[in-house]
């Protein structure tokens, strides 16, 4: 099992490596906001057939940018969302992260992770969380599974990172005042509805 797993946008301009296959959960997610973040940015290829996006939780301070930084942008879908990070160079959708930098992990987007056809279960072994399925589209609805499990792994990072210090090294936030690292765009009404609606 790989220890490392490499990050890049669709176009190459953002790379960056996730130091650390473990701890992690490996979700799919069908809520609405995560789906009308997807449509928003046109990145249609993030959902899946049943507008689940697929995504790896993990610590913020296990991910390095090496380069391209400068190609991150941030918005939010209300102005007390979570932050959904993407890059304006190819509007590949990065991954999410609270506002407070206190509270820190990150759910890594599943196309930011294909960079040279690494397989997302060989790092972070299969689907164990499938959470906010009542969203999903179709009659037919995936089976909820592993959110207790998967929310008791997700704080046992955010304590574990507040406690070491170690939320000060998420690359999303300048580590001298937890500022994000680009300026959170919240989304008009207009826009929201938009995202909302093109299901
Ligand atoms: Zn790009
Ligand atoms: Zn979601």
């Given at each position: 099992?790989?220890s490392?797993?490499?990050i890049q946008?669709r176009?190459?301009?953002?790379r960056g490596?996730?130091?650390a296959t473990?701890p992690?959960n ?15 940015l ?10 689940g ?8 301070a ?9 190609t991150?942008?941030?918005l ?33 987007i599943?196309t930011?992770?294909r960079a040279e056809?690494?397989?997302?279960d060989?790092s ?5 969380m ?12 995936p089976?909820s599974?592993g959110?207790l ?5 997700t704080i ?17 936030f300048?580590?001298r ?9 919240v989304l008009?009404?207009d826009?929201l ?5 093109m299901a």
């Amino acid at each position: 099992m790989p220890s490392s797993h490499s990050i890049q946008c669709r176009c190459g301009q953002l790379r960056g490596l996730l130091t650390a296959t473990r701890p992690s959960n490996h979700c799919i997610c069908y809520c609405t906001d995560c789906q009308a973040f997807a449509r928003h940015l046109g990145a249609h290829d993030a959902l899946d057939k049943q507008g689940g996006t697929e995504i790896i939780q993990a610590p913020a301070a296990n991910l390095t940018f090496s380069q391209g930084v400068d190609t991150l942008a941030c918005l939010r879908l209300t102005d007390t969302g979570m932050l959904r990070w993407y890059t304006t160079c190819c509007q590949t959708p990065i991954g999410n992260t609270l506002a407070n930098w206190r509270v820190s992990f990150v759910g890594l987007i599943h196309t930011c992770l294909r960079a040279e056809g690494q397989s997302l279960d060989t790092s972070f072994g299969p689907v164990t969380m499938r959470v906010s399925v009542k969203s999903a589209i179709g009659q037919e609805k995936p089976v909820s599974s592993g959110l207790l499990d998967g929310i008791a792994k997700t704080i046992a990072m955010i304590v574990r990172a507040r406690i070491s210090g170690a939320y000060r090294r998420s690359p999303f936030f300048d580590p001298r005042n937890g500022t994000p690292v680009a300026h959170p765009k919240v989304l008009t009404s207009d826009e929201l509805q938009a995202a909302k609606r093109m299901a």
